[in-house]
């Protein structure tokens, strides 16, 4: 399971169709109609699940392309933040939806994509860890 988290995950593709599936789910749902949106008595309902869906966003996206180096995980943040931000305009832009821009979803969006991109980050180190304790457990010193 761990190895889902390195570079060498042999679940690449799956891990793609998923974010990929996931990633129509944000559409679909951020671009329901208000009237369709059930009324959740929750303290800031809809900014859980703006976080909830971009945290899973970013993660199941590097794990789709996995790897720990900065600059890809920094182009997951900008990337999330994008799609974030892209949904908001569109909102905003499609009053017959009865929706409107929130700045702060965006923000919801971008806290959650930094917490998708901080467990992929543990989960990686984590496999790194255990595949490296895991081989170095097998080799044997001869002399």
Known sequence: MWKAFTTSS???????LLATLWTLLIFILCFMPAKDVPDVEFPLADKWVHFVLFGTFA????????GKKTNR????FIFSV???WLVEEIQGMLPSLGRNKDVMDILADSIGGILGIALFY???TIAERKISRA?????TITD
């Open 10 to 16: 042999p679940y690449k593709k799956r891990a793609r």
């Open 59 to 66: 993660f199941l996206w590097l794990c789709s392309w996995p």
């Open 73 to 76: 995980l920094i182009a997951m």
């Open 82 to 84: 994008i799609v974030g």
């Open 122 to 124: 543990i989960c990686s």
């Open 135 to 139: 081989s170095s457990n097998t080799h």
